[in-house]
T-cell receptor, first 115, second 117 residues
């Protein structure tokens, strides 16, 4: 069975600094998606960034980038120039490629931004 | 375009009572998922509808949970009778997967927080 592990329950970073959130996963599949979702307090969960396993190039979205190491089954999220609005719960997630299949989540990392 | 909406946002009930949670997916989304997060733990899959059919209900914890999606539009999740361990946040998500360019993403609602006393 596929699993997703986030080993950092909480992290803090100074505003404008860079922080990296860790995620590892386990799967026997070769083609899948990986996601980072963000959930601000009392708000809905939104997609931050997505990576397709067959793509070697790491995904980037503005200040957010990932380090995808397929062989190591590692998928970390780097947030550059941290802003107060980045404070949220971050969930790493896995989904087998295809349709009609569920997303599997990690336990989440709560990120605090220090002014 | 309206997003996924869930109601109620917070419900407090006593053990043994019944609660019904509702989810309205994004219009046109055939796929609807229910997830639950118990405090401090991972978000766990409960079940998945494709239109009005249950595609996968392997995550439903027991027969006190009943999910329906009549007509393939909104969905309800009923807990009867509620137990203390049912407390948590229930998330609904939707997607339209049978279309060109599907990216694997699910769109989530804000969640319904259930507290069972």
């Amino acid at each position: 069975a596929q699993t997703v592990t986030q080993s950092q329950p909480e992290m803090s970073v100074q505003e404008a600094e860079t922080v990296t959130l860790s995620c590892t996963y386990d799967t026997s599949e070769s083609d899948y998606y990986l996601f980072w979702y963000k959930q601000p307090p009392s708000r809905q969960m939104i997609l931050v960034i997505r990576q397709e396993a067959y793509k070697q190039q790491n995904a980037t979205e503005n200040r957010f980038s990932v380090n995808f190491q397929k062989a190591a089954k590692s998928f970390s999220l780097k947030i550059s120039d941290s802003q107060l609005g980045d404070a949220a719960m971050y969930f790493c997630a896995y989904r087998r490629r295809g349709r009609d299949d569920k997303i599997i989540f990690g336990k989440g990392t709560r990120l605090h931004i220090l002014p | 375009e309206a997003g996924v909406t869930q109601f109620p946002s917070h419900s407090v009930i006593e053990k043994g009572q019944t609660v019904t949670l509702r989810c309205d997916p994004i219009s046109g989304h055939d796929n609807l998922y229910w997830y639950r997060r118990v405090m401090g733990k991972e978000i766990k899959f409960l079940l998945h509808f494709v239109k009005e059919s249950k595609q996968d209900e392997s995550g439903m914890p027991n027969n006190r949970f009943l999910a329906e999606r009549t007509g393939g539009t909104y969905s309800t999740l009923k807990v009867q009778p509620a137990e203390l361990e049912d407390s948590g946040v229930y998330f609904c998500a939707s997607s339209q997967e049978w279309r060109t360019g599907f990216t694997g993403e699910l769109f989530f609602g804000e969640g319904s927080r259930l507290t069972v006393l």
